[in-house]
């Protein structure tokens, strides 16, 4: 989960660094060479030192991410009795490194276009989900859910994840129409910018405003207080993100406000993956005698149909 949101944010180093094109190849640095190169002047790939070794050095990181998610495939691989759930997640790690490492090249042999950015960091996202829910897992049965929500709750849940997705996506038009495109000769998104950021703040409102009718409703449902803390954390950390975002705005979008802004929306995935967990829980199936057929999810199971 660490590493997941740490490539999201080492990433946006390399964007507001300006060293996005440093390795201005891939899977190569440069043609003939997987490590930067002393710039050649007149070159077409003249790219300053500073530069190729920044964005050399989040290439390098990609392996650690790799090796964490495929620490966390064989863990799962080893875990008895066997696991398809849990495997299934583990096994999102090492897959979704991997192909992110293949759009990022595709972001690269593209000249760092909007969209592929954009996407770039949107499967981050999904990624740092997916991670919250492996860690949850380990600590899980494998039966159906039981939610603690009754299912307008379970609506409200829904809605407010659906917003947050669309906030996540209308963040990535405002840096696409934004001065940090990662290299200074990358056209931008034209659209107006003031226009991008009032449809950001609005999603954000209303993300807020879910939020808020979602607590009111988990306090008088009476959730379990594991529930309540992590509603309360995310409360928080999407407070603090969207002080961040205003104080970026009203700054001129400083580069370390906007990696600090990509770990606020990191932790708000997490916090809201996290809250997902709390609300339902998977309890340990009982053990069958070999051979015996296990009943239909909702027939006399307990789990009711949920």
Do not use: K
């Amino acid at each position: 989960m660490i590493t997941q949101a740490g490539i999201a944010v080492t990433g946006s180093v390399v964007r507001v660094t300006g060293s996005g094109l440093g390795c201005p190849t891939w899977p190569q640095c440069f043609p003939g060479s997987l490590v930067p190169q002393s710039p050649m002047s007149g070159s077409r790939f003249e790219v300053a030192a500073l530069h190729q070794w920044i964005e050399f050095s989040n290439r390098l990181l990609v392996g650690l991410v790799l090796l964490v998610g495929l620490a966390c495939l064989v863990v799962a691989l080893l875990v008895r009795p066997w696991r398809p759930r849990l495997v299934l997640l583990a096994a999102t790690m090492p897959i979704g490194v991997v192909a992110q490492a293949v759009l990022g090249g595709i972001t690269v042999r593209t000249g760092l276009t909007w969209w592929t950015v954009a996407g770039h960091f949107l499967v981050s996202m999904v990624l740092v989900w997916l991670a919250v829910l492996l860690v949850a897992a380990f600590a899980e049965g494998d039966a159906p859910p039981r939610w603690h929500l009754p299912g307008p709750l379970r609506g409200l849940l829904y809605s407010a994840t659906a917003v947050l997705a669309a906030l996540l996506i209308a963040g990535t038009l405002v840096t696409a129409a934004g001065p940090h495109a990662g290299d200074t000769a990358t056209p931008r998104l034209a659209l107006s910018v003031p226009a991008l950021v009032h449809l950001h703040a609005d999603l954000l409102v209303g993300f807020l405003g879910l939020l808020t009718g979602l607590g009111c409703a988990l306090r008088a449902a009476g959730v379990p207080g594991r529930t309540w803390r992590r509603y309360s954390v995310l409360i928080g950390v999407v407070a603090a993100q969207g002080t961040v975002g205003v104080v970026q705005y009203l700054t001129g979008v400083p580069e370390v406000l906007v990696s600090l802004h990509v770990l606020g929306a990191a932790s708000v995935v997490v916090a809201m993956a996290a809250l997902w967990t709390s609300c339902r829980v998977r309890d340990e199936l009982p053990a069958l005698p070999v051979g015996a057929a296990r009943p239909l999810t909702g027939a006399g199971t307990g789990y009711g149909g949920s």
